[in-house]
């Protein structure tokens, strides 16, 4: 009787341990397959601790920041899970995006990205891709470069690479009357990051290489991915989405979460980061869970099936004093199933 109370606790630590372990390696699943195809879908599991209480918190810093875009767009990923915010928090991040005030801010910025191509905005970025489309920014870049890089200074090859490729981007877009303007926005965006810092080092490298292998078609639809990521979501989301892809690929999944999120993107990688577009580290910790939990799952199978045999064996005890019977039906049983007909012994031999 003992022995069956330490089986019983033993299925029940088991138990506690498939109960602990199966909802987490689930949802580490989920995440895993959802980072290769639904990049918004990693986005939802990953913001399920996303509440009034962070959102409010976030939006009430952008305003202190005077960051009324980002407020804004935690406004709307709010909104996106169904969360209630204060009236008067709703109204101030109306009043600074307020049309007088976006038109402050704009006038100033377009002059500032037409001429140095560094836009902080919509309105600044509309100046680095006039200049650029108007061939400026292309050849301002291009003599930069190439003057530091004649001077012996630090010179930066894949500006350059992207500005010669723009200029011929450039004379598509006119040939074709606009079809290549999204790759023509695209180098614009990507030259944009690099300057700023927000272009990542692998995706750096992994565009420089395509460049110098003449990867043209590779890199047009990349290009174009960016100019999408703009087009839905805005011109810091395309380089939030930049800083946190590690290739070309990256780009894509970000077209994707923008395209289903829209102005909510840019608050999903303030919170989430890299983790909007890949599982990243937590690829680990999800092996772990889920190794984790197959194991509790056999040990526990293995634990209840010797729990019922024991009690079998308790419930019909064996009558015969051999060895072999004290071991009960339920291993002669099984014996008798696994050996071979002739194998076994005879009547008379029994």
Not at 36 to 64: C, H, N, V
């Amino acid at each position: 009787m003992k022995g069956l109370f330490i089986r019983l606790a033993v299925v029940a630590a088991l138990g506690a341990g498939v109960f602990f372990t199966l909802p987490e390696a689930w949802r580490g699943l989920e995440l895993a397959v959802a980072a290769e195809k639904d990049p918004s879908k990693l986005a939802d599991l990953r913001l399920k601790g996303f509440d009034a209480i962070a959102a409010t918190r976030e939006i009430e810093d952008a305003l202190k920041a005077g960051d009324a875009e980002l407020a804004a767009s935690f406004v709307a990923l709010a909104g996106d899970r169904a969360i209630e915010l204060p009236k008067e928090l709703l109204v101030r991040v109306e009043q600074a995006n307020s049309t007088s005030e976006t038109t402050k801010r704009g006038i100033y910025n377009f002059a500032h990205g037409f001429i140095t191509g560094e836009p902080q905005d919509m309105s600044g970025f509309a100046g680095a891709a006039t200049g650029d489309l108007l061939v400026f920014g292309d050849i301002r870049d291009i003599v930069r470069e190439g003057s530091r890089w004649m001077r012996g200074l630090d010179n930066d090859p894949l500006i350059m690479g992207l500005a010669a490729a723009g200029l011929a981007v450039t004379g598509v877009t006119y040939f074709t009357w606009g079809s290549a303007a999204p790759a023509r926005v695209g180098s614009t965006l990507v030259k944009v990051a690099r300057r700023t810092g927000k272009l990542s080092v692998k995706l750096a490298d992994d565009v420089t290489v395509l460049l110098k292998a003449r990867k043209t078609g590779r890199v047009t639809a990349a290009l174009t991915d960016v100019a999408q990521i703009q087009r839905k979501a805005g011109t810091r989301v395309a380089l939030e989405s930049m800083r946190h892809a590690d290739n070309v690929g990256d780009l894509a999944k970000a077209g994707v979460l923008a395209e289903k999120k829209g102005k909510s993107t840019l608050a999903i990688f303030k919170t989430l980061g890299r983790g909007a577009l890949a599982v990243g580290a937590g690829a680990l910790a999800i092996t772990g869970w889920v190794v984790g939990a197959a194991s509790s799952l056999m040990f526990f199978v293995i634990a209840v099936v010797s729990f019922f045999a024991a009690v079998l064996r308790w419930l019909w005890p064996s009558r015969t004093p051999e060895p072999q019977a004290r071991r009960g039906w339920f291993v002669r049983s099984a014996r008798f199933l696994l050996e071979p007909f002739w194998a076994r012994p005879t009547s008379a031999a029994r």
